[in-house]
């Protein structure tokens, strides 16, 4: 396992296109958060997912913003109607969750997704 | 909600100890008190986690006093790669975990 990998490393969008980043989280661990950075300001949660089930969403993302994790592996972001505001990084990582909140705090993220949009 | 207070900044030398101090006054009874490291263009790096008292690793130690409001991540003879920004992680409300800005440490030669 080589850890949380995130596709693609770059995009560039016109304003107004979709736009859809993927997530493979650590194999084991249950739990998936999308996190979204912009330059100076520290990671901002978007939402996060034990297992299949997204169990919370940030009420900063619109309804432009949709996650998804089928199965409880891999996880998907869509973007919608893109907007320049929408310019960030977009981070994914993981956690094994159990019932010490120790572990759930252990989070391994991936290099992230830079999505610029013109 | 927990909330974490860092300082914005800190400038430190070759060699020398850094210490970061969070503030968290509202920290929950079972909450653990965990730092990462981001450097440019990567994602955030697990550094340490504590509950209370002392845990010390290969890369850093973390101090937490009885009160449990506060706590701050040592850094031993720090070098240029340490350079990059440090967070201070409670879990908050729900499992939400929150950053806040983070305190940006500048090593120089």
């Known amino acids: 396992d080589t850890g949380v990998s995130q596709d693609p490393r770059h995009k560039i969008t016109k304003r107004g296109q979709n736009v859809t980043f993927r997530c493979d989280p650590i194999?084991?661990?249950?739990?998936l958060y999308w996190y979204r950075q912009t330059l100076g300001q520290g990671p901002e949660f978007l939402t996060y997912?034990?297992?299949?089930?997204?169990?919370?969403k940030s009420r900063l993302l619109s309804d432009r913003f949709s996650a998804e994790r089928p199965k409880g592996s891999f996880s998907t972001l869509e973007i919608q109607r893109t907007e320049q505001g929408d310019s960030a990084m977009y981070l994914c990582?993981?956690?094994?969750?159990?019932?010490?909140?120790?572990?759930?705090?252990?989070?391994?993220f991936g290099a992230g997704s830079r999505l610029t949009v013109l | 909600l927990a909330k974490t207070t860092q300082p914005i900044s800190m400038d430190s030398y070759e060699g020398q100890e850094v210490n970061i101090t969070c503030s968290h006054n509202?920290?929950?009874?079972?909450?653990?008190i965990t730092w990462y490291q981001q450097f440019p263009s990567q994602g955030p790096r697990f550094i340490i986690q504590?509950?209370?008292t002392k845990v010390t690793n290969e890369v850093a130690s973390l101090f937490i006093p009885a009160d449990r409001k506060s706590s701050t991540l040592s850094l031993p003879r720090v070098s240029l790669s340490d350079t990059a920004v440090y967070y201070c992680?409670?879990?908050?409300?729900?499992?939400?975990?929150?950053f806040g800005g983070g305190t940006r440490v500048l090593v120089k030669p």
């Open positions: 990582a993981s956690s094994l969750g159990g019932t010490d909140s120790s572990g759930a705090n252990v989070l391994t």
């Open positions: 194999s084991e661990h249950n739990r």
């Open positions: 997912f034990q297992n299949e089930a997204q169990l919370e």
């Open positions: 509202n920290i929950a009874t079972n909450d653990y």
């Open positions: 504590g509950y209370k």
């Open positions: 992680l409670l879990k908050a409300a729900g499992n939400k975990l929150t």
